[in-house]
Nanobody, 127 residues
Framework: QVQLVESGGGLVQPGGSLRLSCAAS????????IGWFRQAPGKEREGASC????????YYADSVKGRFTISRDNAKNTLYLQMNSLKPEDTAVYFC????????????????????WGQGTQVTVSS
């Protein structure tokens, strides 16, 4: 049974940092695309960052490039999202997702591509 458990969210001031973790079980992480989506109040879910399962290519939304870094520890079957220079517009619920082995620049940010979603962790950026 596939399980995704996110942690690491919280309240942080603008300019601060957080690291999200996603502990995965029931599948082999490096054989699947895996990543993070987020949903702010009143907005649709959007892809923040993902890693392709076949070649490990990383993808980032333009809004987070240069500030967020995605990584995975295959031995621990854990995914991370290091978030630096956080802005109030980063406030959202962040979801860990897994999908097929192959994604590309055209598909990675489509939420329908991903089969499994975690429960989400709240990130609030506010002074």
């Amino acid at each position: 049974q596939v399980q995704l458990v996110e942690s690491g969210g919280g309240l942080v001031q603008p300019g601060g940092s957080l690291r999200l973790s996603c502990a995965a079980s029931g599948f082999t992480m490096n054989r699947h695309s895996i990543g993070w989506f987020r949903q702010a109040p009143g907005k649709e879910r959007e892809g923040a960052s993902c890693i392709g399962g076949d070649d490990g290519t990383t993808y980032y939304a333009d809004s987070v490039k240069g500030r967020f870094t995605i990584s995975r520890d295959n031995a621990k079957n854990t995914l991370y999202l290091q978030m630096n220079s956080l802005k109030p517009e980063d406030t959202a619920v962040y979801f860990c997702v897994i999908g097929p082995p192959f994604i590309n620049t055209a598909t990675w940010s489509n939420p329908r591509v991903y089969n499994y979603w975690g429960q989400g962790t709240q990130v609030t950026v506010s002074s």
